[in-house]
């Protein structure tokens, strides 16, 4: 990289969870500081902190089929605010599933906020099953004999400032079979549930949304 700045920026509103976890495993290699995006409030500081890196790192879960809509937000007002000259972009999607189809919009929304407002997408990691570490180190992935190896090479390719082809986290995460699937499925609704439960609330009860006018 021409400059030593670099910034990661984490999309996730939980400071201990997957995605702090991916962006402090780079920052032990490339340096700066994990920046947390603000949930409320002006994002004019995290605009100017993007404009002035040579390099950024975002990384965020995958709620439906994409970033949090903070996330999206923030990419709005940054495209609104311009001032960007060829900063690197790197993107970083984790979540339940462990298909990277069902991920990697994210990425894609990335790339297209890159080509429109003069930075140079250099390329993403889609992480899947992301939610199940919860934080925990990237070595208890179900599938990490693949995804540790794939990983810190995409780490490599941030500290030389070099393309991250998507090759790399595609031939790392082969789906599941059918059985798996059906297990793996039945384990993240029971994670689902018991989170449910933890806050109060009753999963078994009628949906919100849907319930009858009285």
Request: hydrophobic share 40%.
């Amino acid at each position: 990289m021409n400059k030593p700045e670099i910034m990661l920026l984490c999309a996730s509103s939980r400071r201990k969870g997957t995605s702090a976890m991916l962006l402090e495993r780079i920052r032990l290699v490339t340096g700066g500081e994990v920046i947390f995006l603000p949930q409320k409030g002006s994002l004019n500081e995290v605009i100017l902190a993007m404009q002035q890196a040579a390099a950024i790192v975002i990384s965020g879960p995958c709620y439906i089929n994409t970033y949090p809509a903070r996330l999206i937000e923030l990419l709005e007002a940054a495209s609104l605010s311009g001032g960007f000259s060829g900063q690197k972009l790197y993107g970083i999607i984790n979540g339940g599933m462990p298909y990277v189809h069902t991920h990697r919009h994210g990425l894609a929304c990335l790339r297209l906020f890159a080509e429109q407002n003069h930075l140079s997408w250099q390329g993403g990691f889609v992480l899947g099953g992301g939610a199940m570490l919860d934080g925990k180190p990237l070595e208890k992935h179900m599938n990490r004999k693949k995804i540790v190896p794939a990983f810190d090479l995409f780490i490599r390719h941030i500290a030389e400032g070099s393309p991250s082809p998507d090759s790399l986290y595609e031939q790392a995460q082969i789906p599941p079979g059918h059985i798996m699937t059906r297990v793996f499925a039945k384990l993240l609704t029971f994670m689902v549930v018991r989170r449910i439960k933890k806050h109060g609330h009753d999963p078994d009860a009628p949906n919100w949304y849907l319930r009858k006018k009285e």
